[in-house]
């Protein structure tokens, strides 16, 4: 049994996913272990996303917090199991992102790998995304790959979709390499304008989206942003997609109720994922669903009618926790950068080709 440890802590800044899999002689998830973000990271964290006083600073600091965070649920999920930390044969850690800039060439994570291998004395993977970013690429997403692996034998054209901060598309046709991208706002819009009006972190299965109705006006204000008719490889973060963006449009136009707004943000992330996929895969004949919004099932209604010729069903139904996918395809990706395998697609993130991502700091 090889067994690795994948660690996860995504846009929505929710918590720590971190996921124990055996990668032979099967992709397998073995159990998993989560940790809510405390309040104060998580608002540090959300500040470090843009511009401030002594970043630096604070940024190693917050890295060091979020790092004990994560090595204190290696440990529980280790205990849960009754495993050492020699049973591991690395953590594949994608750190906290802060800035994704590809055009600017450069994407930031912390988590100071250096540290979470001495607390845990187990081999460290983490960096996962500058290399790509060096060789030209997006740098995001890098879940396709690892899709790929997990459902490529699978048959005919499906689409792996993750809707977490922000949704990527993996497309997955036979005899084709994987394709994929970012569609745009995930939860990133949602979570935040309900956090604002209502001082929630999440619209829990789309309720509150469900009791409003879409705002054409805004909506087509909204769409009007120049990623939406960016061509791929492409990625986009909170840079580009947050709560000021949202505002700034919701200034110039007539005040809507609250929960319209809601209404209005869940159809653009259903929008926004349905007309990527039928650009770019015109026969999907399923779409699988993974991450939180898989979740949302206002989110997963809209998306089944807009895609009336296509399954739409969580991961779940192939025995893959929804939740765990992004985390379970780190650890992945920490194998393959140990074995000198290739871990990002050139059809993805548009590098100059393939290359081993990641940095290890051994234990």
């Not at 569609?183 to 972190?201: F, M, T």
């Not at 909170?238 to 209005?264: C, G, I, K, Y």
């Not at 929008?271 to 039928?278: A, D, G, K, P, R």
């Not at 893959?320 to 290739?342: K, R, S, T």
């Amino acid at each position: 049994m090889t067994l690795y440890i994948g660690v996860m802590s995504g846009t929505s800044l929710d918590g720590l996913d971190i996921a124990l899999v055996e990668l032979a002689p099967a992709i397998k998830l073995i159990a998993s272990h989560y940790i809510p973000m405390p309040a104060t990271l998580r608002t540090e964290l959300l500040e470090l996303c843009s511009s401030g006083p002594d970043e630096i600073a604070r940024s190693a600091i917050a890295q060091q917090s979020w790092v004990k965070l994560a090595a204190q649920g290696i440990y529980a999920l280790l205990n849960e199991q009754k495993l050492k930390p020699q049973d591991i044969t690395a953590i594949g850690s994608h750190g906290q992102t802060i800035r994704h800039e590809p055009a600017r060439g450069f994407t930031v994570q912390i988590g100071n790998p250096a540290l979470l291998s001495e607390l845990t004395d187990i081999s460290v993977v983490s960096d996962f995304r500058s290399r790509d970013v060096a060789a030209g690429g997006q740098g995001a997403p890098l879940v396709p790959a690892f899709h790929e692996a997990l459902f490529e034998e699978r048959v005919g054209h499906r689409a792996v979709l993750n809707v977490g901060g922000f949704s990527n598309l993996s497309l997955i046709e036979p005899e084709k390499p994987v394709a994929g991208f970012d569609c745009g706002p995930g939860n990133v819009l949602l979570d935040a304008w309900i956090h604002q009006q209502r001082g929630e972190h999440f619209d829990r299965d789309g309720q509150w989206a469900a009791s409003g109705k879409v705002e054409p006006t805004l909506l087509k204000t909204l769409l009007s942003d120049p990623f939406f008719v960016t061509k791929g490889p492409k990625s986009t973060g909170r840079e580009v997609f947050n709560l000021p963006w949202l505002n700034q449009h919701l200034s110039q136009l007539p005040a809507f109720a609250p929960e319209d707004v809601q209404a209005t943000l869940l159809e653009l992330t259903a929008l926004t994922i349905v007309e990527s996929l039928q650009h770019a895969q015109s026969n999907t004949q399923e779409l699988l669903v993974c991450g939180g919004g898989a979740h949302n099932q206002t989110l997963m209604k809209r998306l089944a009618a807009l895609l009336p010729n296509a399954k739409v069903s969580s991961t779940a139904i192939y025995g893959v926790d929804p939740d765990w996918v992004e985390a379970m395809a780190f650890a992945w990706l920490a194998h393959c950068c140990l074995e000198g395998i290739p871990g990002n697609r050139p059809s993805v993130t548009g590098a100059r080709g393939p290359r081993v991502l990641g940095a290890i700091y051994p234990a």
